[in-house]
């Protein structure tokens, strides 16, 4: 069968060739830039994706700084924990952020009605708490016997010094177990510091030296027989970590720290033994201080090293 089309030339050939090839080349050329976008539209979904949720994690952030804290460490001007910490290696009346309360005389885990709040925190290895101990421990009795304070005590590890976990872990077993006795035994462990420190000699600073204190407050001897496996088993190390938790969530500097009614106290306010009295009653003070505490540094809160 013979076609009506002319025959094309060699160079007709060669030039449908090229024009074919140039058609080939611009059509991958469109492909590869739709590709292109295809990809780069990806990606900058993904980008977004992970930028997005980047920007979520960032507002998680933000937003647990703004969020309360939680109310098992209340700061000092919202009152006392209102929960016990309910926990083994903690003793039983001990409350949620660390601390133990007398409100009624020496009575252990009491509140007295209508009265304000005396926040001490202190560590028992701290210098300027066992001063401060020396110089208002009379007038601390006093003011509970009268019922004008409710004192709630929060311990702490500040100083990272073993005799605190010494001290916490004695002071575990006499609130379990012989707690009329346990503010007599806070002042007394607080004796054996101030001694070690006036005679520069820390020999008694021994669960030995605790014994020997706690008989001398009467505490029973069946109780301080345990003072030594508490120690060495660190029974009450939970307590001790609480302790400092509970300082560190309220921002907390140095030992002693002093609250009243919720408002932190001045401690060069509290030179006199008188004047703890003079700040819950509103008098003025009524005796200078004495020659000892005249002589005593101001005792400025010790600091976190």
Same mark, same amino acid.
């Given at each position: 069968?013979?076609?009506?089309?002319?025959?094309?030339?060699?160079?007709?050939?060669?030039?449908?060739?090229?024009?074919?090839?140039?058609?080939?080349?611009?059509?991958?050329?469109?492909?590869?830039?739709?590709?292109?976008?295809?990809?780069?539209?990806?990606?900058?979904?993904?980008?977004?994706s992970v930028v997005g949720g980047l920007g979520y994690l960032v507002y998680l952030g933000v937003d647990a700084k703004k969020k309360?804290?939680?109310?098992?460490?209340?700061?000092?001007?919202?009152?006392l924990a209102t929960a016990k910490a309910n926990q083994s290696g903690i003793p039983k009346q001990v409350l949620s952020d660390a601390s133990w309360t007398y409100g009624e005389g020496a009575a252990l885990d009491t509140v007295a009605a209508s009265v304000p709040v005396l926040d001490i925190y202190f560590d028992y290895s701290c210098s300027h708490c066992a001063q401060f101990e020396g110089t208002h421990t009379q007038e601390i009795n006093q003011l509970?016997?009268? %019922?004008?304070?409710?004192?709630? /005590?929060?311990?702490?590890?500040? $100083?990272?010094?073993?005799? #605190?976990?010494?001290?916490?872990? =004695?002071?575990?077993?006499?609130?379990?177990?012989?707690?009329?006795?346990?503010?007599?035994?806070?002042?007394?462990?607080?004796?054996?510091?101030?001694?070690?420190?006036?005679?520069?000699d820390q020999s008694n600073m021994t669960v030995e030296g605790l014994v020997a204190a706690a008989t001398k407050v009467n505490v029973p001897k069946e109780v301080s027989a345990k003072f030594k496996a508490a120690v060495d088993a660190?029974?009450?190390?939970?307590?001790?970590?609480?302790?400092?938790?509970?300082?560190?969530?309220?921002?907390?500097?140095?030992?002693?720290?002093?609250?009243?009614?919720?408002? %932190?106290?001045?401690?060069?306010? /509290?030179?006199?033994?008188?004047? $703890?009295?003079?700040?819950? #009653?509103?008098?003025?003070?009524? =005796?200078?201080p004495s020659q000892q505490a005249s002589q005593q540094p101001n005792p400025q809160p010790t600091q976190q090293g």
């Open positions: 069968m013979s076609s009506n089309q002319p025959r094309q030339t060699k160079a007709q050939r060669r030039e449908a060739a090229r024009l074919k090839a140039k058609e080939l080349r611009e059509a991958e050329a469109r492909r590869a830039r739709r590709n292109t976008i295809a990809r780069r539209s990806f990606i900058g979904a993904a980008g977004a309360p804290k939680s109310s098992k460490f209340p700061a000092p001007s919202e009152g509970l016997s009268g %019922k004008k304070i409710t004192l709630a /005590l929060h311990p702490c590890k500040l $100083l990272g010094q073993k005799w #605190t976990s010494v001290v916490m872990n =004695a002071m575990g077993v006499v609130l379990d177990e012989a707690p009329a006795q346990s503010l007599s035994f806070h002042g007394a462990a607080f004796e054996i510091f101030s001694q070690a420190i006036q005679t520069n660190d029974k009450y190390g939970k307590w001790v970590k609480l302790g400092d938790e509970a300082f560190k969530a309220r921002n907390l500097e140095g030992t002693p720290t002093v609250f009243f009614k919720g408002e %932190k106290v001045d401690l060069s306010k /509290l030179q006199t033994r008188t004047s $703890l009295t003079e700040l819950v #009653t509103g008098s003025t003070p009524t =005796a200078q």
